[in-house]
């Protein structure tokens, strides 16, 4: 037997034992969710910082336009 055949074995046997039901939700519950939690505790900071960021932007954006206009109309 050739490397590759016994490799193509092992992988087919572990891809059929991934797909079973009991088997994808134990990868899901034990892996996936709490590497997700993990991502979304780490980011969210960088989240907050952003949208607070976003959020000052357009209220300047705002404040700048009405003065422009207030400018325009009144003078």
């Given at each position: 037997m050739s490397l590759d055949?016994?490799?193509?074995?092992?992988?087919d046997s572990l891809k059929k034992?991934?797909?079973?039901?009991?088997?994808?939700?134990?990868?899901?519950?034990?892996?996936?969710?709490?590497?997700i939690h993990?991502?979304?505790?780490?980011?969210y900071p960088y989240f907050m910082w952003s949208c607070l960021f976003f959020m000052f932007?357009?209220?300047f954006i705002m404040i700048i336009l009405f003065l422009n206009i207030r400018v325009f109309l009144f003078t």
């Open positions: 055949i016994i490799k193509h074995k092992l992988l034992e991934f797909n079973t039901d009991e088997n994808k939700e134990l990868l899901k519950e034990e892996i996936l969710k709490p590497l993990n991502i979304l505790d780490q980011i932007m357009f209220v």
